[in-house]
Structure formats: structure tokens, C-alpha cells
């Protein structure tokens, strides 16, 4: 997801820094953009060092289960709005930063 963009970025900084990226990443320019672009996990032929493909199944599977989450949160949101997101009674100032 978007929001583990950041820590995905660090790591592979942290890799490239030290050394240790898979090696196939480092095969090709193009194996490199690839890995350090993306935040799936790529994995690598061991022989050909070219990224594996995937399934169309299991594409579809991620895709869908992407979907659920979407309408899920959707209507959690939804839900939630007439109550100011604060389903339930805090004790504490929750716009406030002290």
C-alpha cells in the first residue's frame, strides 16, 4: 500500500547503500528500476535472473482481495462520518496535539 512507501524506500536505500540487494537486481539497469520502483516483491529466476511472471490467477486473486479492502474501508468510512470518525466516546481532546 501507499502508506509503507517511506519504509519500503529506506530499505532499499539501505540495501543499495551496503550491498545487499538480491543479486539478481543488480543484473540489469532494468532489474534494478524494477526492484527499487516497485513495492511488491519481485521474485528472481535464480538461472536467467529476469523476474519471475505471475500467474493471471493470482493476479485476479490480488486484485480482488485489493477490491474488498477498498469497499470495506469505503463503508467503514461511511459509517463512521456522522459521528465526526469517532465511533465511540474518548475521555481525551482528540484535536488537540497536547
Keep these: 500500500s501507499l502508506n509503507n512507501l517511506p519504509t519500503f524506500e529506506i530499505f532499499r536505500c539501505l ?13 540489469s539497469l532494468s ?40 469497499l470495506l474501508f469505503g463503508v467503514l468510512i461511511s459509517l463512521t462520518k456522522p459521528y465526526g470518525y469517532e465511533p465511540f466516546p474518548s475521555p481525551y481532546n482528540l484535536t488537540s496535539i497536547d
Design 15 to 27: 540495501e543499495a547503500m551496503y550491498g545487499t540487494s538480491p543479486p539478481a537486481s543488480e543484473e
Design 31 to 70: 532489474n534494478y528500476c524494477l526492484y527499487n520502483s516497485c513495492t511488491a516483491e519481485f521474485l528472481f529466476d535464480s538461472k536467467t535472473r529476469q523476474p519471475l511472471k505471475i500467474k493471471t490467477s493470482d493476479s485476479l486473486l490480488r486484485m480482488k482481495r485489493s477490491l474488498y479492502q477498498i
